[in-house]
């Protein structure tokens, strides 16, 4: 969507009258005071000459698209503003001369009047004005936004979860409460000007639909929010965004370092394709900080890469720690902290210089949506951006939307999945058929104290081992009635699996139990349902085996 000046005044079809706007309720009082040349009680006055936002970043009236023509109807009930400016407001044709393009200069400054209908005063709180009013011309927000992480009315992840990137501004300018889906595949500049001044870095503007989307950026700007980051990238899954930044920051010939329990996906990438680009790795116990120390002393390490908790085993990193260690090398410390989320666990807060989520699990929370998502320091994330850009793994914009709607409610969920999980893990642990649980909030895990110190919540996942064999634990599963049997985890329904099966079943069991998947592992994943229904499920199918 370019950035170009607005050729034509809207006016209205029926009379010689201008087209009123509806005010922003905060800032009409303000308007009526001291109104801008050309506009008068929210109305634009269709001798006033004007260029500027192509949206207009005006409010319009709720019968506005009731009296637009079909075609822009069917336009703007996709991708809204965007499209509905691109119809015309008139049935008649008007004689109106397109204004002349303008220096980025000029333009920047009659866009900002265009857009503040009044002065503010020193007296005023900024942050309170709506961010629309801060927008470029393409009506996509890419900068100069309010801080939603600064927020002192969004003190809550949960508010924050909600609201960033859209309650104080987003990328679609609209009234809706819920931030549209722009299906587009490219975005067109006027004229040649306009394409020359995004080139040569002038204006800024979206370009093409791998490159970014106002629908995919709202999402960013909320999980760098939550995280606390500089910048986000979303990509089309988590496998995605984990192999895009680890060709993307380390280089051919470079060592990393990792460790023993992680996703199995992620250690074959490690072992089987980075060698091919002459990139080595040293894989340690997550608990090993001297493994660590001589794999950074012996090797010039560019990246350590783990998950906080792993998979499945649920071991957890000390964050801190090893960002020191790894700091003091010149090595980036990147953290899959998938099983965490931003809700139980701030990576970036305790050291890390970026964290990786498999959004499909807790952040969209609902089973219904691939995604993966890289935050960070800005300049980080722009190097991963960029090879990105080359690869593709864009995430569709309908993907986008459903997991800014998941994440609305994403604190009430693991609210309940901490707590199921907690508590399930306390009664397994107590079970004679259970052999053994794994989960950081009970005392006999590894890293307890570790857990406590860095994370709020201890997650939805507890894997354990039945007190039996292959088959024992195949019973047990298939007498459960509440979960699902599949891959994954952190939706709204519980779902379960044997990893021995699930994950490995093409290795032989000795090739398994080196990476200490035995044939009796179980990793359950708490949904939302009832913590009682839950427990006598577990309880009913451990009494049948």
Partial sequence: MGVYTCPRVFTSSSSSSTFCCRHHPDLATRAAVNPRPGFAAGRVDST??????????????????????????????????????????????????????????DAATAAADLVVPAQIGPEDDLAAVDAE???????????????????????????????AGERLGRGIVTDAITTPVVNTSAYFFKKTADLLDFKEKRATSFEYGRYGNPTTVVLEEKISALEGAESTLMLAS?????????????????????????????????????????????????????????ALNENKVSLFFTESPTNPFLRCVDIKLVSDLCHSKGAVVCIDGTFATPMNQKALALGADLVVHSATKYLAGHNDVLAGCISGS????????????ILGGALNPNAAYLIIRGMKTLHIRIQQQ?????????????????????????????????????????????????????????????????PYIAPSFGGCESIVDQPAIMSYWDLSQSDRLKYGIKDNLVRFSSGIEDFNDLKADILQALEKI
């Fill in 238 to 294: 988590g496998m995605c965004a984990s192999t895009v930044l680890l060709m993307a920051l380390v280089p051919a010939g470079g060592h990393i370092v990792t460790t023993t329990d992680c996703y199995r996906k992620t250690r074959i990438f490690i072992e089987t394709i980075l060698p091919k680009m002459g990139i080595m790795a040293t894989i340690i116990d997550p608990a090993d900080v001297e493994a660590l120390e001589t």
């Fill in 133 to 163: 009013y801060a927008v470029f011309g393409n009506g996509v927000q890419l900068g100069g936004l309010p801080d939603l992480k600064d927020a002192s009315f969004l003190s809550s992840d949960g508010s924050i979860a909600i609201h």
């Fill in 418 to 482: 901490n707590s199921t999980a907690l508590r399930m893990a306390k009664i397994l642990e107590a079970h004679p058929k259970v052999a053994h649980v794994y989960y950081p909030g009970l005392p006999s895990h590894p890293e307890h104290e570790l857990a406590k110190r860095q994370m709020t919540g201890f997650g939805g996942v507890v894997s354990f081992e039945i007190d039996g064999d292959l088959k024992r634990t195949i019973k047990f599963i298939d007498a459960l009635k509440i």
């Fill in 48 to 105: 006033t000459p004007f260029h500027g936002l192509s949206s207009l970043i005006l409010r319009f009236p709720p019968n506005f698209v009731r009296q637009l023509s079909t075609k822009a109807r069917r336009n703007c009930s996709n991708i809204g503003v965007a499209q509905i400016v691109a119809a015309s407001w008139s049935t008649k044709d008007s004689d109106l001369s397109a204004v002349p393009a303008a220096s980025a200069v």
């Fill in 378 to 389: 800005m300049k980080l994330v722009s190097e991963i951006r960029i090879l990105h850009h």
